[in-house]
Structure formats: structure tokens, C-alpha cells
């Protein structure tokens, strides 16, 4: 710098005293990715100022780098797999909406790999809004299940998001542990290939949300259940019809673990953006939620539909979270 004319350290001192290059301490999108403009006179960047979004833009830059490391030796590579494997897809995608499927049905790994290009991206990125509400509210997770979670895309997410939180708060001292429980064995190969391109293995287990959770068919999670302090319902309640006694014993085993549910099928919020009464599989989580006395955070995409709900037990939230 000495080497430079006065004019020009004079104008780069006054730069770096408008604008400010570090990595925000308060925003997880700017750990581990590039640097951000931190604003005049202030410890906050953008996204913190509310200037643009906070934990989307990392989920968002890691994505496509995964997908296309996924998508590697894969059908969805080859002259028109990825046309055949969505056309696939497409076919049992319109049966879990009437609720109707069958585990043949997943027994075609192009139809699987279809679902995978059709609905990753947008499964992750749904579980990065509800994963941000948990978040502002919740200690950091050490146990997630999945139930229903093939191809483990809301598992992907939380580790991307956990790695960035921990980074800037330096919190985790154990590796965290996931697992998927689903009703058919046809997504493993899918989620170990998901578990080893991200570094964390996937535990993988049969499950039935359908049976009550002391069934033989829920051994595993049964066991597991304890150590549990996530469980990702994504899809799964309205395209499966899971009870309440299912939910609410699984709410007591795992000592009042955190719900986070993604179901479709809810209204448009009113013209004044004021939030409509839930409907359909999120309303019965919420009355289920309230006869449990826990508190319920709705999770709402860009246009202020509600996409999801957060579940937890009121007397684990984190001290001195004010967020509402």
C-alpha cells in the first residue's frame, strides 16, 4: 500500500470504512462461501439488513455442485434417461397423490432416479425454510430421522445447514447423526449414494407410519426414538395417512423431539397477505400439536403460502430466541 499514490490510499481507507469485506458472525449464508459487503458502521450484512436472503443463498450455491455429482453414471446422464425416468415418475407420482401406491411400485430405479430430478432441488430447498424457522428457535440438532425421506433431500439440507451454523458458532462436537425410515427398501442405494457424496452417512431402516410405532414394522424406530431430536415428516402425512396415536407416541418416546412437516394442498394467503386457517394434513398436525401443549411456528414460502410446520416442546426453546 505504501507503494501506491496518496490519492489512492486515501480512497481505499475510505473504502474499507464504508465497506467492509469479513464474513457476517450473524448470517449462516455468508460462512464458508464468499465474502460479503458488510454494511456502513455496521456488524451486519445484507442479508441480515433483510437486503437478501439469509440461509437460501448457501443451500442454494450447494445444490447444483451435489446434483450433478449425484446425477454422475446415472441413468439421468444418458441420451434420453432423464425424459424416460421423470415419464416414469410421473406415473406413480399421480397414485401418492390419491394415496394409493404400492411398494412395486418403487421397485423401477429409473421411476426413482426420475423422482430424484424432479423433486430434490425442491424438497431440500422447502426443508431449508422450515429448517431456518427451527433454527431461530431451537438448540442445534444431534439426532434426524426421515420418515418417508427417500431420496433423503431434507437430509441433505440440514446437513449443509448445519455445517454452515456450526462453522460460525463452533457448536458441534459430535457428528450428526441421520437416518430415513420408509416403507419399502427400493430408496437405499439412493440414499447412500446421498450419505457418501455429503460425507455423513445415512443410517437406513423399514418403517411404517401407517402401523402404530410399538409394531413390529417400527422396531428400528422405536429404537431409535430416544436419541432422536428431529423427525422430518416431508409429504409423507397427507400422501400416507399417518395417524395421530402414531404421532403422539412418537412425540412421547422421543422426549418431545422437534416435528418439522412439509405437506401441500394449503390456501393462498388473502390479498393483504394476512396467513388463512391451515387445511388438510398441516391442520390435524396442528390440533395435534395444541392437544399436546406444544408450540407450532408456520413455515411459509416467497408468496406467503404456507408450506410446512415447525412442532416443539415449548420448554426446549432456545434462551433468548425473539424471533416470532
Known sequence: LNSNPYWLQAFLLLLE???????????PGARDGHTWFLLPGSDRCRCCAGLAGGVEPSLGQALPRFLQRLYAGTCLEEAGGRKMATEK????????????????????EEALWGYVATKFSTRARLAGLALEVAFAHHPPFDC???????????LFALQVLDDLRSRQDRHRKLPLRLAVGEWVDSWRGIVDRVGHLQGTPIEYFHCDVTEPLASDANAALLSLAPALDLIVLSF????????????????????HAVFLALDAGQPKPHADNCPRPLAGSLHALEDLAFSLGAVV????????????????DASKLEVGSAKP
Open 89 to 108: 415418475c410421473a406415473a406413480i407420482q399421480a397414485r401418492m397423490r390419491k394415496g394409493t401406491q404400492e411398494p412395486e411400485d418403487f421397485l423401477d
Open 236 to 255: 409423507v402425512l397427507l400422501e400416507s395417512g399417518c395417524g395421530h396415536e402414531f404421532l403422539r407416541s412418537l412425540w412421547e418416546v422421543s422426549g
Open 297 to 312: 411456528h408456520r413455515v411459509n414460502d416467497a408468496r406467503g403460502r404456507t408450506v410446512g410446520l415447525v412442532v416443539m
Open 17 to 27: 470504512m464504508a465497506f467492509r469485506f469479513a464474513e457476517c458472525p450473524q448470517c
Open 144 to 154: 434426524a430421522v426421515a420418515l418417508g425421506g427417500g431420496p433423503a433431500a431434507e
